[in-house]
């Protein structure tokens, strides 16, 4: 159980000393809350959850120097949104390991403030450039290996873990390395359990902690606790959920045209008159009645991940649903194998990775969709296959992460990360 007190926590005197030293970039501590726990078995010093520093009885026994080490050590990972990222790389690969990321963080981090000598690190803190030694035989100085690794490159170098005979995944010489270097210290990195996605949320968290880590860099200087951290800043990403949002709704919405059950508003505004003469019916203006209109093409023939795909359909249906909009769902490979007329949000996705499985060819699925005269066509695919048919209408390719350097033959790329 953890006390919720923001201003008086076990971590108190170590964020004074962090903002005393450093104001600007020791002051990101000030922006995230602190919590005591009050967990007696706790071995580790001090954890996070992403959002938030939680202290254990155990750090108040640590001497003020490494407490601040501690605490620093803690800022940067919530600044740096390590456990954030965590989630969006297992939802990206569908399985992560997570004390691996964690030494993988920890050793970013760790590096990122050996310059400091106003703080104190444990004993064993694994660094970037020995976790790189060990793991991966390359050999770098702190400030080579920060210029060059972010959290989510480091970890896909050294997870080399492939799946044994009882079904669980074994480690290669490269992850079994990585955890032996980083064994003497407890992970620390803690998602919340059931933490639900939010798109939106999550990027708008982004961008505000990147503004922040810039100012508190640039306000501190050389004195700056991320002087030397550059690689491993977080890159903001807009969600493709947002993106597809926005064109669906763009390309969906009831567009105005003349309404003759209307006059204009400058006809009312003149009686109808000009010098006294009768001016002829000038029609207003309203939204069009008829039903706007969407074709989703889905490519079965292609590897489609299938957790991705759920997240997409989900996005369509509410999409849909919302809009008012009803849609025509076309699955194929190199021809049409289905084809399915659906109310708002009540699309049957049923199958939609297990059809086809031969080659793909574009052209009768996007002459099929045209068929139907939609708004717009968005196309679920690897891009692996030809386009002879420019549709009337516009087209999204959406892509997954591994295909985000294809080139389509026409319209927009929109990539599922």
Same mark, same amino acid.
């Given at each position: 159980?953890?006390?919720?007190?923001?201003?008086?926590? $076990?971590?108190?005197?170590?964020?004074?000393?962090?903002?005393?030293?450093?104001?600007?970039?020791?002051?990101?501590?000030?922006?995230?809350?602190?919590?005591?726990?009050?967990?007696?078995?706790?071995?580790?010093?001090?954890?996070?959850?992403?959002?938030?520093?939680?202290?254990?009885?155990?750090?108040?026994?640590?001497?003020?120097?490494?407490?601040?080490? &501690?605490?620093?050590? #803690?800022?940067?990972?919530?600044?740096?949104?390590?456990?954030?990222?965590?989630?969006?790389?297992?939802?990206?690969?569908?399985?992560? +390991?997570?004390?691996?990321?964690?030494?993988?963080?920890?050793?970013? *981090?760790?590096?990122?403030?050996?310059?400091?000598?106003?703080?104190?690190?444990?004993?064993?803190?694994?660094?970037?450039? $020995?976790?790189?030694?060990?793991?991966?035989?390359?050999?770098?100085?702190?400030?080579?290996?920060?210029?060059?690794?972010?959290?989510? @490159?480091?970890?896909?170098?050294?997870?080399?873990?492939? +799946?044994?005979?009882?079904?669980? $995944?074994? +480690?290669?010489?490269?992850?079994?390395?990585? %955890? #032996?270097?980083?064994?003497?210290?407890?992970?620390?990195?803690?998602?919340? /359990?059931?933490?639900?996605?939010?798109?939106?949320?999550?990027?708008?968290?982004?961008?505000? &902690?990147?503004?922040?880590?810039? @100012?508190?860099?640039?306000?501190?200087?050389?004195?700056?606790?991320?002087?030397?951290?550059?690689?491993?800043?977080? !890159?903001?990403?807009?969600?493709?959920?947002?993106?597809?949002?926005?064109?669906?709704? %763009?390309?969906?919405?009831?567009?105005?045209?003349?309404?003759?059950?209307?006059?204009?508003?400058? &006809?009312?505004?003149?009686?109808?008159?000009?010098?006294?003469?009768?001016?002829?019916?000038?029609?207003?203006?309203?939204?069009?009645? $008829?039903?706007?209109?969407?074709?989703?093409?889905?490519?079965?023939?292609?590897?489609?991940?299938?957790?991705?795909?759920?997240?997409? *359909? @989900?996005?369509?249906?509410?999409?849909?649903?919302?809009?008012?909009?009803?849609?025509?769902?076309? *699955?194929?490979?190199?021809?049409?194998? %289905?084809?399915?007329?659906?109310?708002?949000? @009540?699309?049957? &996705?049923?199958?939609?990775?297990?059809?086809?499985?031969?080659?793909?060819?574009?052209?009768?699925?996007?002459?099929?969709?045209?068929?139907?005269?939609?708004?717009?066509?968005? *196309?679920?695919?690897?891009?692996?296959?030809?386009?002879?048919?420019? /549709?009337?209408?516009?087209?999204?390719?959406?892509?997954?992460?591994?295909?985000?350097?294809?080139?389509?033959?026409?319209?927009?790329?929109?990539?599922? !990360?």
């Amino acid at each position: 159980m953890a006390s919720d007190s923001q201003y008086r926590h $076990r971590g108190l005197r170590a964020v004074q000393k962090l903002v005393e030293h450093a104001p600007s970039s020791g002051g990101l501590a000030l922006w995230m809350h602190h919590h005591d726990v009050d967990a007696a078995d706790d071995k580790r010093p001090v954890w996070t959850d992403g959002k938030a520093i939680h202290y254990p009885p155990a750090f108040e026994k640590l001497p003020l120097a490494l407490q601040t080490g &501690w605490v620093a050590h #803690q800022m940067l990972h919530v600044s740096l949104r390590h456990v954030q990222r965590y989630a969006e790389l297992k939802r990206r690969l569908g399985d992560a +390991d997570l004390e691996l990321f964690n030494r993988c963080a920890d050793a970013i *981090v760790n590096s990122a403030l050996g310059h400091l000598r106003w703080l104190e690190l444990p004993k064993h803190a694994l660094t970037l450039e $020995r976790l790189l030694k060990q793991a991966l035989q390359i050999d770098a100085t702190a400030e080579q290996a920060l210029l060059e690794w972010d959290v989510e @490159r480091l970890y896909r170098a050294v997870d080399d873990r492939k +799946d044994g005979r009882d079904g669980q $995944r074994e +480690d290669g010489p490269k992850a079994a390395a990585t %955890r #032996q270097a980083g064994a003497k210290e407890e992970p620390d990195l803690q998602p919340a /359990p059931n933490d639900d996605s939010n798109p939106e949320g999550e990027a708008e968290d982004a961008r505000e &902690w990147a503004e922040r880590l810039t @100012r508190a860099h640039a306000g501190d200087g050389a004195h700056s606790i991320l002087r030397t951290l550059l690689g491993d800043l977080p !890159r903001v990403h807009t969600p493709w959920e947002q993106v597809l949002r926005t064109q669906l709704a %763009r390309a969906l919405s009831k567009r105005p045209g003349p309404s003759w059950s209307r006059p204009a508003r400058s &006809w009312l505004a003149n009686q109808g008159k000009v010098g006294g003469r009768r001016m002829p019916w000038e029609p207003g203006t309203g939204h069009e009645k $008829r039903t706007p209109r969407l074709a989703l093409v889905v490519d079965v023939s292609g590897s489609i991940d299938g957790h991705l795909v759920e997240r997409f *359909v @989900r996005e369509v249906d509410a999409i849909t649903r919302r809009l008012e909009a009803p849609f025509t769902l076309v *699955v194929g490979d190199d021809e049409v194998r %289905r084809v399915e007329h659906c109310k708002p949000g @009540r699309g049957d &996705w049923s199958g939609l990775t297990r059809e086809g499985g031969g080659g793909t060819d574009f052209t009768p699925l996007i002459e099929e969709a045209e068929r139907h005269r939609p708004d717009l066509t968005v *196309v679920l695919t690897d891009l692996e296959g030809p386009a002879n048919l420019k /549709p009337r209408a516009p087209v999204l390719w959406a892509v997954t992460e591994a295909h985000a350097a294809a080139q389509p033959p026409f319209g927009r790329l929109l990539v599922l !990360r």
